[in-house]
């Protein structure tokens, strides 16, 4: 019935019947689907046909907060903004449509704005992961629109304007190499398919919330601040003018470097200048001295455990004085909905960042992680990261953030976590550290440590015959199982280093630490499942002021509930917009069960659904569209036991109790055949092996 109910109202669209009987039947479809967002698209649609596009305006925002990737509201918002004169406001939807339609974009702007809506394009023609890098940076020549692989360097990422006007601007972290250096290397590669290919040979961005301005005057309001400063230019002095100081500094092209003012003065340049938002010193009694987050990238705990844990024994050692949760999984398949998971308390079909394909920006009315810490007057900064939260929004709490694409060790991670410490050690610290080298890669695609090489067999070496593949369908072999566990203990070794520091400089009341992987790995499974337990049982563990000493805990998370835990020990409010639950080693209930999904389009949907005793699997027989959406009428369904004999399970009581929460778990974006006939239908993968 719905579907019908569907095809009549998408066929008296096609045809412009936008009457009486259009919207009797409107009617009766909101009655039946009152959460899907095609209300608003068809009502949006008859409003537009009868000029008045503020309505339809309105209505095409309900739309798009509900459902972003979606080229039906791409449209509608277009049309709207042009309509109504705002046509700044149509580039990025035009933009989308241009990408995914394969249809130039169309936008009439005016001269000065030219400059963001390039930017603008830019984004929204590109994907979401490893910024600043830009799959289509678009440039203007000779009168012309230029699209090509770039990155945003010596400028400010579009979108990323926070409410007092700082937005991420993009410079070369050189602490102390010579000056200049990495910003004439990254200018030089700035533009470059070569750079994409190569992620742009792992140059460390330096990005910060910063505002453009030839000159700035600082008051301090009787405190001391620290104002980062950068160079838009090369060889660019900055004058520095105050009571009993009339001096200058030169500076780098594009590398921020920090001022520490004890007294009022203005900076000024003949070019603009990069100001960051001043850092405050002082601690408070509210807040510790350092919160840190640890991710360490594709760490299978199930796999983990069957190995004794005995690859990081400093980690475990550190964490086994707070708690160790061994029944932890993550929200998601891969890296890129699996941290917008941990950042927002948000499943990725809540949160609508699901996949990496399409840049949409997290909605302001939900507050990430990142801000709820600088809330709290925190000093925020990504130490290492690899930008898959910058352009989506993830991130956006973050006063400062250290990235670069593929290459970011523990070893370099922790010396620059260490160095900053040392040098911010006046200020309250919330900082966030991501360590990918456990993470396995097509070996195809980058190197294995220098230990595997040295030690492994000629023939186990070899791959040949092997077939290049994404990083969470990479075989069983010993290449990629031995790359593995010395990256674990490569890790672990860095690790002990700041554990030691912390645990010296101090005490246990004045620092929290957690840490967390954001999925597993395939390279452990002998028929490979994109959701099995090495694939996506995660670690988490914590420590420090607040966390009890329980040491390994069983009862099960999810990667949702790092976001209420850490507001519980930090003492941030949990909206209610979050999915996460707070666990009873902390004070609040225990799951009763974990969601695992992998929602990516152009294959299968696939959802994997645990309780302490039985796992539930169902898998779509179509695709997932790009908007995000599935039909699962007729999906395969199956349940077993958790144990090594993952024994089916007949009971009908307990298919029907996983029955009851796939539904509800899927509700909002299982379109039972209401789809978009207007768009293509995906290409359909091939279905996976079954265990």
Not at 625 to 636: I, K, M, N, Q, R
């Amino acid at each position: 019935m719905g579907r019908d109910l569907f095809r009549a109202l998408e066929q008296r669209a096609e045809k412009k019947a936008y009457d009486d009987e259009f919207l009797l039947l409107l009617v009766e479809y909101q009655r039946m689907y009152p959460k899907s967002e095609h209300f608003d698209i068809f009502y949006g649609c008859y409003a537009a046909f009868h000029g008045n596009y503020g309505v339809a305006l309105e209505h095409a925002r309900k739309a798009y907060r509900r459902r972003k990737a979606c080229r039906e509201v791409w449209k509608l918002l277009a049309g709207c903004y042009h309509a109504l004169g705002e046509h700044e406001k149509a580039v990025p939807f035009e933009g989308y449509l241009s990408k995914f339609s394969g249809v130039p974009a169309y936008v009439t702007v005016p001269v000065d704005y030219m400059p963001q809506a390039l930017k603008e394009l830019s984004l929204t023609k590109g994907e979401a992961m490893y910024a600043p890098l830009c799959v289509s940076k678009c440039s203007l020549k000779d009168g012309n629109v230029v699209v090509q692989g770039g990155m945003f360097c010596g400028e400010m990422i579009p979108f990323s304007s926070d409410r007092e006007g700082y937005g991420y601007w993009v410079g070369a972290y050189n602490e102390a190499g010579s000056i200049g250096g990495p910003g004439k290397l990254m200018q030089n590669v700035g533009m470059s398919d070569e750079a994409l290919e190569s992620g742009a040979a792992d140059i460390v961005y330096d990005v910060v919330r910063a505002k453009e301005a030839k000159e700035a005057f600082v008051d301090l309001q009787g405190d001391t601040l620290i104002v980062p400063v950068a160079a838009t230019s090369g060889n660019q002095v900055a004058a520095f003018q105050g009571r009993d100081l009339d001096d200058s500094a030169l500076l780098g092209q594009w590398e921020y470097d920090f001022f520490r003012m004890d007294r009022p003065a203005r900076i000024s340049s003949e070019s603009p200048l990069a100001f960051g938002r001043p850092i405050r010193l002082g601690h408070s009694n509210k807040r510790r001295k350092l919160v840190l987050n640890i991710l360490v990238d594709a760490l299978s705990w199930n796999e983990f455990r069957k190995q004794g844990f005995r690859h990081m024994p400093r980690m475990m050692k550190f964490f086994s004085e707070g708690v160790v949760f061994d029944q932890h999984f993550s929200a998601a398949e891969y890296t890129y909905p699996s941290l917008a998971s941990i950042e927002t308390g948000m499943y990725p079909y809540h949160s609508q960042l699901y996949q990496e394909g399409v840049v949409v920006q997290l909605d302001e009315e939900y507050t990430t992680l990142s801000e709820r810490m600088k809330e709290l007057g925190y000093y925020c900064v990504n130490i290492m990261g690899q930008g898959g939260g910058l352009y989506n929004g993830v991130m956006r709490g973050y006063d400062r953030l250290l990235i670069s694409a593929y290459d970011l060790p523990a070893y370099a991670g922790v010396e620059r976590a260490i160095r900053h410490l040392e040098a911010f050690s006046e200020c309250d610290q919330f900082l966030f550290c991501h360590f990918l080298e456990v993470h396995p890669w097509s070996s195809k695609v980058a190197h294995v440590g220098m230990g595997v090489q040295t030690k492994l067999s000629l023939k186990d070496r070899m791959n040949g015959k092997e077939k290049r593949v994404p990083s969470v369908f990479l075989p069983k072999s010993p290449l990629y199982q031995m790359a593995n566990r010395q990256a674990m203990e490569n890790t672990d070794r860095s690790l002990g280093v700041l554990f030691d520091y912390i645990a010296e400089h101090y005490d246990e009341d004045e620092y929290i630490v957690q840490l967390y992987s954001d999925h597993g790995v395939s390279v452990y499974d002998e028929v490979p499942y994109i959701l099995s337990d090495n694939a996506t049982s995660a670690a988490w563990m914590l420590r420090g002021h607040g966390v009890p000493k329980k040491g390994m805990v069983e009862e099960l998370t999810s990667a949702v509930d790092i976001y209420p835990t850490l507001g519980k020990l930090a003492g941030f409010p949990t909206g209610d917009w979050v999915d996460g639950n707070l666990p009873a080693a902390f004070g609040g209930r225990e799951r009763e069960c974990v969601y695992s999904n992998s929602l990516y389009p152009g294959q299968t949907y696939k959802l994997c659904i645990r309780t302490r005793e039985h796992e539930f699997r169902l898998e779509s027989l179509g695709a997932v569209h790009e908007d995000g959406t599935v039909d699962l009428s007729g999906a395969e369904l199956t349940v077993c036991t958790r144990d090594a004999s993952h024994r089916p399970v007949e009971d009908p009581a307990v298919m029907n109790r996983f029955l009851e929460l796939a539904k509800e778990y899927t509700e909002s974006f299982n379109n039972e055949g209401r789809q978009w006939r207007l768009l293509p239908e995906p290409e359909q993968y091939g279905k996976e092996k079954k265990f």
